[in-house]
């Protein structure tokens, strides 16, 4: 089992920035990707982006792409993910999720950190 956990959320005006971490525990040793998911009031959770545990190739969405920065710590068994120059539109409750080479689908997830920005 491989537990995470969020910390980093708050409220934040828009133009600002903050930095959200995933703390891994347990059988952290099969984890292949990470990757940072989020969900909006009504609206259903989509994923922010993803890194290769090894090696560390990120992909982030378009909607992100030059504002949040997706890293990590092997040493820490840490994910992160810089946001900058937030917008109210990236209110959302933000998870962290984890799989190994072989699943499917992420089978591991954090329970979430709010983000709020205002305008």
């Known amino acids: 089992q491989v537990q995470l956990v969020e910390s980093g959320g708050g409220l934040v005006q828009a133009g600002g920035s903050l930095r959200l971490s995933c703390a891994t525990s347990?059988?952290?040793?099969?984890?292949?990707?990470m990757a940072w998911f989020r969900q909006a009031p009504g609206k259903e959770r989509d994923i922010v982006g993803r890194?290769?545990?090894?090696?560390?190739?990120?992909y982030v969405t378009d909607s992100v792409k030059g504002r949040f920065t997706i890293s990590r710590d092997n040493a820490k068994n840490t994910l992160y993910l810089q946001m900058n120059s937030l917008k109210p539109e990236d209110t959302a409750v933000y998870y962290c999720?984890?799989?190994?080479?072989?699943?499917?689908?992420?089978?591991?997830w954090g329970q979430g950190t709010q983000v709020t920005v205002s305008s």
């Open positions: 347990g059988r952290t040793s099969g984890i292949a990707f």
């Open positions: 890194i290769r545990w090894s090696g560390g190739t990120t």
């Open positions: 999720a984890a799989r190994t080479a072989v699943d499917v689908s992420y089978k591991y």
